[in-house]
């Protein structure tokens, strides 16, 4: 089941288009990577989703239904910059927050307290946003945004602001909830992330989607074929099944070699072959980086 | 429905826990009455203590024959005018007025020397001063007795009495109408323009910290403009009304502490009863006590909101459409001009002539209509006008409140965009 679909959906502004005909599929409880450049309409996706401003054409589905103001508690909705009052209280402010999302101020007091307990801030409760650092005030939003339990969470640019301890701290919370059943979907330029906590992704360039899959199925489907080979002493070898794709030395007569595969030959084929033509100190499948797939096809996509 | 509400509450929260609310409400209505009195007091002071200047005359007609003026003590100097002034000259004195051998029915040629300019109502104090004695030298020379002289001088001071349709006889006196239209119109002025402008920072603020993208995915962004405008009204009431009470608190314990201490009516009667005392004060009190308080406080509240509501609207969309309150100053000016307009015609016209054409159409016209019915208001205005201006501003602010959140709604999500008014234009025509 799906937690999220967007079909056809078309953002036409008086200059431009900022989304052309752009469907997805978020499955239920997946951590969903949103990927594209500067500009290419992610943005303007995200607050369709959120209901931010409407679409042109094209419907969103959410949980199986169509999605209407009353969703609006469903989702949890993190912007890349501090989207907080800078003179009101910590404390206010997530209350405030929490029942415009529509909890009550009951329910918003205890979710607030396990959070504040959680993440060890009791003694901010009164300190107002302006006298938190950044990365302080980015836990506030992210507690913010969770806080009513929304089944679809969605993160812009979630970890800029926070040193490691903190990023850790965010990411194992965002596992969790994916544990306890929230679907997450992640806006992002950082391909770390992608490759640690993705499992599906989408790419948007210049306001189409040219990419859409499990990562694992995206990574396979950007496979060349290629191996790296460590090994010592120069070989070279039939050129009607292999070629060489660059080679650099390594320390002590170590080298390193790239091999991909032609013909219809597999990775024990080669091996084989390689025995005879050198001394094999390593030996791996070379599977392209998502940092790979994305400047390829977003290169690839503006030669068009 | 519930939200908008919630954002009333949080706005009006806001403002009220601030300090400078605080004190602005507290301080504001004592600092002025404190700053007058002591100005007052600090003038009167001055007038009393003042060594009074010396001007000395030469009178050569042997006409003149004057009492000291104000603070100037007149002294005659026998001898010639060239003297005099050698005199004067080296002298610390204010001034030597010369009368020379005048021709009673024109005279001509009196003047006054001094060595710094004087001002216009010195001049106009011996002016009058020199009319009366001339107009004296020629009643004598007309052989008029002085009695008769004396009988002439009447003082007469007109009690104005509007008479209304039911044949009620109200008097007014206009300096006290003139005062509420004034206290009115200046209140509703200052408040328009001290609340649109902290609710376009407030709409400036949630878009540069982004809060307002976290919000509108919650609320439709008229339900956030219309919370905002509405919470910040609640705290203008708020603060009118504190002002009311403390006003008539710290009015009344003055009052009592000077000795006025009793209800009006009784000393109405008390006024009554001595015909003699028919002063000007008689006709203030009377005045004071024939307004319909409740009448001119519920108008003023009706203009004061609709008035706010009118202007904070477009107030909240210059706020939405630029990043930085400078920025903004563009699209403030045209429209602090309907209101700087109508702030003027209050003191030139509409104060002094409140059923003139022009001063009508300023009081019905949405966006002038606030500051300008103010001015007429004591004076009485024609139902049917009343009715008029109140549907128009009713409209008018709903039409302000239609078009700024047209703007809002795109404004509040565009960021680094140079915008002019035809980018406004474009926005306000976009389909949602």
């Keep these: 089941m799906n937690q999220l679909v967007v079909e056809n959906v078309t953002k036409r502004y008086a200059n431009h288009t900022a989304l052309d005909n752009v469907s997805l599929s978020v499955p239920d409880q997946s951590i969903y990577g949103l990927l594209g450049p500067n500009g290419a309409g992610k943005t303007t996706l995200i607050r369709i989703i959120n209901q931010i401003i409407d679409a042109n054409e094209g419907t969103i589905l959410i949980n199986g239904e169509k999605l209407s103001p009353h969703h609006v508690g469903l989702i949890g909705y993190l912007?890349?910059?501090?989207?907080?009052?800078?003179?009101?209280?910590?404390?206010?402010?997530?209350?405030?927050?929490?029942?415009?999302?529509?909890?009550?101020?009951?329910?918003?007091?205890?979710?607030?307290?396990?959070w504040i307990e959680k993440f060890e801030i009791k003694d901010w409760w009164n300190k107002k946003i302006e006298d938190l650092s950044k990365g302080m005030a980015q836990k506030i939003q992210f507690i913010s945004t969770v806080l009513h339990e929304p089944k679809l969470i969605i993160l812009d640019e979630p970890f800029s602001g926070f040193d490691p301890v903190n990023a850790n701290l965010i990411r194992d919370e965002i596992l969790e909830l994916r544990k306890k059943g929230s679907t997450i979907i992640f806006s992002t330029h950082r391909m770390e992330t992608v490759e640690e906590l993705c499992d599906h992704i989408a790419l948007i360039n210049k306001s189409r989607k040219i990419l859409e899959g499990a990562k694992k199925e995206v990574k396979a489907k950007y496979r060349t074929n290629t191996y790296i080979v460590e090994h010592k002493g120069i070989f070279s070898l039939e050129s009607e099944h292999y070629e060489h794709n660059g080679h650099r030395d390594l320390d002590d007569g170590y080298m390193e070699t790239q091999v991909r595969i032609k013909s219809d030959r597999n990775a024990n084929q080669l091996i084989q072959d390689l025995v005879g033509a050198t001394e094999i100190h390593g030996f791996k499948e070379k599977i392209p980086s998502m940092n790979e797939i994305f400047i390829q096809l977003v290169n690839g996509g503006s030669d068009e | 429905?519930?939200?908008?509400?919630?954002?009333?509450?949080?706005?009006?929260?806001n403002r009220v826990q601030k300090k400078s609310f605080l004190i602005a409400t507290i301080l504001l209505p004592l600092i002025f009455p404190t700053i007058i009195a002591i100005m007052v007091y600090v003038a009167k002071e001055q007038d009393k203590g003042a060594k009074s200047e010396v001007i000395h005359f030469v009178d050569e007609s042997g006409l003149f024959n004057p009492d000291d003026i104000k603070r100037y003590e007149l002294r005659r100097f026998n001898g010639n005018i060239e003297d005099a002034k050698t005199a004067f000259s080296s002298s610390d004195d204010f001034g030597l007025l010369h009368i020379p051998k005048i021709n009673l029915s024109n005279p001509s040629g009196i003047t006054l020397y001094t060595k710094v300019n004087p001002s216009p109502n010195d001049i106009n104090d011996l002016e009058s001063k020199i009319e009366l004695q001339i107009r004296e030298a020629k009643m004598i020379k007309f052989n008029i007795d002085q009695k008769i002289l004396d009988s002439l001088k009447t003082n007469i001071s007109i009690r104005s009495v509007s008479l209304s349709e039911s044949g009620q006889e109200k008097s007014s006196d206009s300096k006290v109408l003139f005062g509420i239209g004034m206290i009115g119109g200046i209140l509703i002025y200052i408040f328009i323009f001290v609340y649109g402008a902290q609710i376009m920072q407030g709409v400036i603020e949630e878009k540069t910290s982004k809060v307002v993208e976290v919000i509108v995915s919650s609320v439709r962004p008229f339900q956030l403009m219309l919370g905002k405008i509405l919470g910040l009204a609640s705290v203008g009431l708020l603060q009118f009304l504190i002002w009311i009470i403390l006003i008539t608190t710290v009015s009344s314990f003055v009052l009592g502490y000077l000795g006025f201490d009793m209800p009006q009516q009784e000393m109405m009667n008390q006024v009554a009863a001595q015909p003699e005392y028919n002063s000007d004060f008689m006709d203030v009190m009377q005045t004071v006590n024939e307004i319909p308080v409740f009448y001119i406080v519920s108008i003023f509240l009706f203009y004061f909101l609709g008035g706010y509501l009118l202007y904070g609207a477009l107030f909240a969309a210059v706020g939405s459409a630029v990043d930085s309150p400078a920025e903004a100053q563009q699209f403030i000016f045209p429209i602090t001009i309907p209101m700087l307009i109508s702030y003027f015609a209050l003191f030139t016209f509409i104060l002094d002539n409140p059923h003139s054409t022009i001063s009508i159409w300023?009081?019905?016209?949405?966006?002038?209509?606030?500051?300008?019915?103010?001015?007429?208001?004591?004076?009485?205005v024609p139902t049917i006008q009343l009715i008029a201006s109140m549907v128009c501003l009713i409209g008018g602010f709903i039409f302000t409140t239609w078009v700024a959140s047209r703007i809002y709604r795109i404004g509040i999500l565009m960021h680094g965009s140079k915008v002019n008014y035809k980018v406004l234009f474009k926005w306000f025509m976009m389909k949602s």
């Design chain 1, 79 to 114: 912007p890349e910059e501090r989207g907080l009052y800078k003179k009101l209280k910590v404390g206010e402010q997530l209350i405030y927050f929490a029942r415009l999302r529509g909890l009550s101020k009951s329910d918003a007091m205890v979710r607030i307290k396990h």
């Design chain 2, 1 to 13: 429905m519930n939200k908008i509400f919630l954002i009333i509450q949080r706005e009006f929260l």
């Design chain 2, 362 to 380: 300023l009081s019905i016209i949405p966006f002038t209509s606030p500051i300008a019915m103010m001015g007429r208001v004591g004076f009485g």
